[in-house]
């Protein structure tokens, strides 16, 4: 792809975009950024809190543990957090350094004022606001459609900052995410000069590994990287790819204070992506600028599948990221389009019927099924097996295939949603 190109500077502009830290799920830390902002704008700690949130975010926040809350759950902990001892200017990292006399106050916060949620009517899939009060005084802060998306700012029922609202695919100020192929991506894996993207990717590698041998090292939610490798052994190197990245979702989901690079918006997605890739990219013997071309292969498949499903549904997006982690292993094995293409098509054959019913310590087995499918995606194709168009929602051509599941996971899986958030909150 030629440097002039103008898809070439926007893949580099959304790597920019998409391979931020965070520290925590995504959700839960998005609501306590919100806090934090809030709290800065009232410009004192307030007395009265109200958090009104999607059904989505209620979802995602509900089972995961906060970190750097003393293992706190739920809306009211994470938006607490953000206001007594949150960093606004720190954004989704905003509550990585909370230290003991911090996390004290926010237990004290709970147990004596009012912290209410309610239900936001908006109709946002990606929704929240949080209003603080002290006497007379009044401040509320709205992120909608992704985690760092401020929309509104209001302090003394005056607004100081209001956007527009846009769709939840592509928002005005980000590049434009419909302009991907698969074809594209891999001719800018091989072409891009990697000193445009090596800091993201260093990065990425280094976060993600650290959490992962975190997962793996102690005692984590449900244990499934630890688990995968006691039951199948270490020197499968399938084995290995699927066990870190699920060992990271395992320390991640249950309050690991170690920091993420995040793909899409999610942390999970982030280490489901690159873990695979990099595990794979040792056995190999492969060297660093190659696994790092494989790694913008992974990130940018996952972004790419993403970007029709929307950034939050009752789609999980480890089926994303397990794919995005196949074509990388692909890309890594030699693979190029036609081999990246099929390995995709087969992969989203298989797992494309996983659901998401919010974060918690089940999405580390998500993770590990989803890479499974993507390592079995690239060996079918290697053995001459694949699966045709008519065979079920897959059709011919990689971009028609991403398309349906696209619609499938933004249109089809909405009622889903709705009767998942209704099952969650024992409706």
Request: aromatic share 6%; hydrophobic share 40%; with cysteine.
């Amino acid at each position: 792809m030629d440097t002039n190109d103008i898809r070439y500077n926007a893949y580099i502009d959304i790597l920019h975009e998409e391979l931020i830290p965070a520290m925590g799920c995504t959700e839960p830390i998005a609501i306590a950024y919100a806090g934090a902002m809030a709290r800065k704008i009232l410009g004192c700690e307030p007395e009265r809190v109200v958090v009104e949130a999607s059904d989505n975010i209620i979802k995602n926040v509900k089972s995961v543990v906060v970190p750097n809350t003393g293992n706190l759950k739920g809306i009211e902990a994470s938006a607490v957090a953000g206001i007594v001892a949150g960093d606004a200017d720190k954004v989704l990292e905003v509550i990585a350094r909370v230290d003991d006399e911090g996390k004290k106050a926010i237990a004290d916060f709970l147990a004596a004022k009012e912290v209410k949620v309610i239900n936001s009517e908006s109709g946002i899939i990606f929704d929240l606001i949080v209003n603080v009060y002290n006497g007379e005084e009044s401040a509320s802060v709205q992120i909608s459609h992704y985690h760092t998306n401020i929309v509104k700012v209001t302090k003394n029922d005056e607004t100081t900052i209001h956007k527009q609202h846009c769709d939840d695919v592509g928002s005005s100020h980000k590049t434009d995410r419909s302009i991907m192929t698969v074809e594209d991506i891999i001719d800018f894996a091989d072409s891009v000069d990697l000193s445009k993207v090596k800091d993201a990717l260093q990065q990425q590698v280094k976060f993600n590994s650290a959490i992962a041998n975190e997962g793996i090292s102690n005692k984590w939610g449900a244990n499934v990287g630890s688990v995968l490798l006691q039951s199948w052994g270490e020197n499968d190197i399938k084995v290995r790819a699927k066990a870190f990245a699920a060992a990271g979702s395992d320390a991640r989901m249950s309050g690991c204070e170690l920091p993420v690079v995040i793909v899409s918006g999610s942390g999970n997605q982030g280490l489901a992506t690159s873990v695979p890739v990099i595990e794979y990219a040792k056995e190999l013997k492969a060297d660093e600028d190659t696994m790092y071309r494989a790694l913008l292969v992974s990130n940018l498949v996952t972004i790419h599948q993403k970007t029709g499903i929307g950034r939050l549904s009752a789609y999980c997006g480890a089926v994303s990221a397990g794919v995005g982690a196949g074509a990388g292993i692909t890309y890594l094995y030699g693979g190029r389009y036609k081999e990246v293409a099929h390995t995709i098509v087969n992969a989203l054959a298989i797992v494309s019927g996983i659901i998401c019913d919010g974060a918690k310590p089940s999405c580390a087995g998500k993770i590990a099924s989803s890479v499974e499918a993507g390592i079995l995606g690239y060996h079918m194709y290697k053995n001459g097996q694949q699966f045709y168009g008519g065979d079920g929602i897959v059709v011919k051509g990689v971009e028609n295939t991403i398309k349906n599941i696209g619609r499938l996971g933004s249109v089809g899986m909405r009622e889903t949603d709705k009767e998942i958030i209704r099952i969650m909150l024992g409706e």
